[in-house]
């Protein structure tokens, strides 16, 4: 069919024709706008947690959308690993606190907001970001202790008070959080902590790799009570059918029960799988109907895409010793491995072996679901290394 109509969208982020089988989360972030509106106290934020290609930067921004449509002030921002990156995320915090005030100018919550923009301003030294904003006055004494936890509590309390009056919320929405440095995770989680003892509508929302719970439980003891947490995962049938059908049929186009549970099978219910093989489908089939060969072929050709895209994206970084190492863990398929187990496998002790493992943990090829464990970020990278001819 006309790839011009092709209504399949797999590649980072990008939303979906049809966004399935995540109701129950945009319900839960609806209820927390609902009840900022009339400000009711004691919500918490929202933690979205999975594996690679899930949905959850997708369900991330339905949210920072549906906040924004009722003018809150919303910052949206990709936390990078590394000390280079700390330095990145501040100066994009500092960034976004500025666009995200910006963004209100002419709503009515802007008449509260004005008090805050003092402190908005005066925090960019605390986030290293110098010489920052001119556009806003500078109301002295707020936000500029230089002192990073300070500022943002100052900070956070001058905007959510302004937006509680408002009846709307702040929300800061972290992607990628897991990659967030220890000093601002922690400022940040007391600072949630803080509002909700003091009924600020302050929340933040945040999406990560299956360990970003651990990371903040280990780094505040009460992280676990902070937030509610959602596992993103695979989809069930129903919605991975959806997922296809849907956009499809909208099109006046179908696809035959045959073809359809081809490429389910071969999706198993992760959302960038099924992006990918329903756009191979849709380009393969020369009529209306997507049959069973034009599924076969589309899993050929989708896989294709998926090694050079997806997985290889991620092999490409990997150094010489950093593909040994993953090709160690592949041995076990899609489960977690031993850290214990990959050592023997490559003939060194677990303790050499952990500046390689620690590099692709900040890569974010691989995560540590628990201590001695080491499991792969990406579904379906074990056989995608299986695919590569040895180097
Ligand atoms: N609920 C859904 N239904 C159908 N397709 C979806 C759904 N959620 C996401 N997708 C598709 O899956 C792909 C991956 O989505 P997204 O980038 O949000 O995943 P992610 O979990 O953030 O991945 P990563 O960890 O790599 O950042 C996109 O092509 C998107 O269109
Ligand atoms: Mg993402």
Do not use: C
């Not at 209306?288 to 050079?308: F, M, P, Q, R, S």
């Amino acid at each position: 069919m006309d790839p011009a109509l092709n209504p399949f969208a797999p590649g980072s982020g990008v939303r979906p024709p049809e966004l399935v089988g995540r109701q129950s989360e945009i319900d839960a972030f609806d209820l927390l706008v609902v009840r900022a509106k009339s400000n009711t106290m004691g919500d918490r934020g929202m933690v979205l947690s999975g594996l690679r290609g899930v949905g959850k930067t997708v369900l991330l921004n339905v949210f920072a959308e549906q906040a924004r449509r009722n003018h809150w002030m919303v910052i949206q921002l990709e936390a990078q690993p590394g000390v280079e990156g700390m330095t990145k995320t501040r100066a994009k915090l500092a960034r976004e606190l500025e666009m995200g005030a910006r963004r209100l100018r002419g709503t009515p919550v802007w008449s509260y907001l004005k008090d805050a923009l003092g402190s908005i301003s005066n925090i960019s030294g605390s986030l290293g970001v110098a010489g920052f904003s001119a556009s806003v006055a500078t109301k002295h004494g707020r936000a500029d202790s230089g002192k990073l936890d300070i500022d943002v509590e100052e900070l956070v309390e001058d905007v959510s008070v302004a937006m509680r009056k408002a009846r709307a919320g702040f929300g800061l929405f972290i992607d990628e959080m897991q990659d967030l440095d220890e000093e601002l995770l922690t400022v940040l989680l007391s600072v949630q902590h803080l509002a909700g003892q003091r009924g600020w509508p302050f929340y933040i929302i945040g999406a990560g790799l299956p360990n970003l719970p651990g990371k903040i439980a280990e780094a505040r003891t009460y992280g676990e009570r902070l937030f509610l947490y959602r596992t993103i995962g695979q989809l069930d049938k129903k919605s991975s059918a959806d997922a296809l059908t849907v956009p499809i049929g909208r099109l006046g186009a179908s696809i035959t029960e045959r073809a359809l549970s081809t490429l389910l099978t071969g999706a198993d219910g992760y959302p960038f799988f099924l992006q990918t093989y329903g756009r191979a489908a849709w380009d393969i089939t020369s009529g209306k109907v997507i049959n069973e060969d034009d599924a076969k072929l589309a899993i050929e050709y989708g896989t294709i895409d998926l090694d050079h895209g997806f997985f290889q994206a991620r092999w490409q970084r990997a150094t010489p010793a950093e593909r040994k190492y993953l090709r160690a863990m592949a041995q076990d398929g899609e489960d977690s491995s031993q850290t214990g187990e990959v050592a023997a496998r490559l003939g060194k002790s677990t303790n050499k072996l952990a500046v390689i493992r620690s590099r692709l943990i900040s890569k974010g090829v691989v995560y540590a679901p628990e201590y001695g464990l080491i499991q792969f970020t990406v579904p379906g990278m074990a056989r995608f290394i299986d695919r590569q001819i040895e180097d």
